[in-house]
């Protein structure tokens, strides 16, 4: 009589192989979504800088040019950066302090509806103009405590 040994199987069973093909698919699902996200973030980052640099051009192109000859009232126009048509609304109004005017730029993309950001500036008699004061950059280094 010949003994018969017992057959050990090696291997996966279909239904482990379909359980572990359904867990990494949820994984590779979430790590897509995560990427996408991650895309988008970085894209309204990138247009928000955008729009920031639009925005402070516009503060700084009034102050430097119409700074005389400027009043109170709004205004607007188009202007192009990193490829892109941009919107602007500038309003310049009266500041709290006698002789100074703000400036509220508001900036979007030419295509979209909503304003993406804005931002304030200011000018007049009142502000001291650019290098007319100590810079503190150049302020001496306070020498070290001698003993």
Request: hydrophobic share 45%; proline share 7%.
């Amino acid at each position: 009589m010949s003994a018969r040994l017992p057959q050990t199987r090696t291997g996966f069973t279909l239904i482990e192989v379909l359980v572990a093909l359904a867990v990494i698919a949820v994984g590779a699902a979430a790590v897509l979504t995560a990427l996408n996200t991650a895309a988008g973030a970085t894209a309204r980052v990138s247009e928000r800088m955008l729009a920031e640099f639009v925005a402070v051009n516009r503060i700084t192109e009034t102050r430097l040019l119409r700074a005389e000859r400027l009043q109170p009232g709004e205004s607007s126009g188009e202007t192009e950066l990193g490829g892109r048509r941009w919107f602007w609304q500038e309003t310049v109004s009266k500041a709290p302090l006698p002789g100074v005017l703000r400036i509220d730029v508001r900036v979007r993309a030419r295509d979209e509806q909503e304003w993406i950001l804005e931002r304030s500036g200011a000018v007049g008699a009142a502000l001291a103009p650019a290098g007319s004061g100590p810079d503190p950059r150049d302020a001496p280094l306070s020498a070290p405590p001698t003993s």
